[in-house]
């Protein structure tokens, strides 16, 4: 199986800014549907955003308008730009194919933490 690596949590004020980065095998984020999900305690893991291999997005309601999913296939790389960051938008945030696949397993995740 191939676990992806994410990257680029930390602890941020409440309006502030992130971006997350997501590395996994050039075989999978070149050729499948790459979302973001995140886990706050408690809590169920959720899809905040997704791209498909040719660049389109859709994003879950909470986050629409603040945060950005992009891809570079070249770096096998996922991002997410998350803007105007809110205490709810704490979690551990997770990248993985959509649907999830055999061959990708769930990795460490990356801690984002939202002061208020």
């Known amino acids: 199986q191939v676990q ?3 990257s680029g949590g930390g602890l941020v004020q409440t309006g502030g800014s992130l971006r997350l980065s997501c590395a996994a095998s050039r075989s999978i984020v070149s050729f499948y549907i790459m979302g973001w999900y995140r ?3 408690g809590k169920q893991r959720e899809l905040v955003a997704r791209i498909t291999n040719v660049g389109n997005t859709n994003y879950a309601d909470s986050v ?5 999913i992009s891809r570079d296939n070249a770096k096998n790389t996922v991002y997410l730009q998350m803007n105007r960051l809110k205490p709810e938008d704490t979690a551990v945030y997770y ?3 959509d649907p999830q696949i055999s ?3 769930w990795g460490q995740g990356t801690q984002v933490t939202v002061s208020s």
């Open 39 to 41: 886990q706050a305690p």
């Open 4 to 6: 992806p690596v994410e």
């Open 103 to 105: 061959s990708m397993s």
């Open 95 to 97: 990248c993985n194919t």
């Open 64 to 68: 629409k308008g603040r945060f950005t």
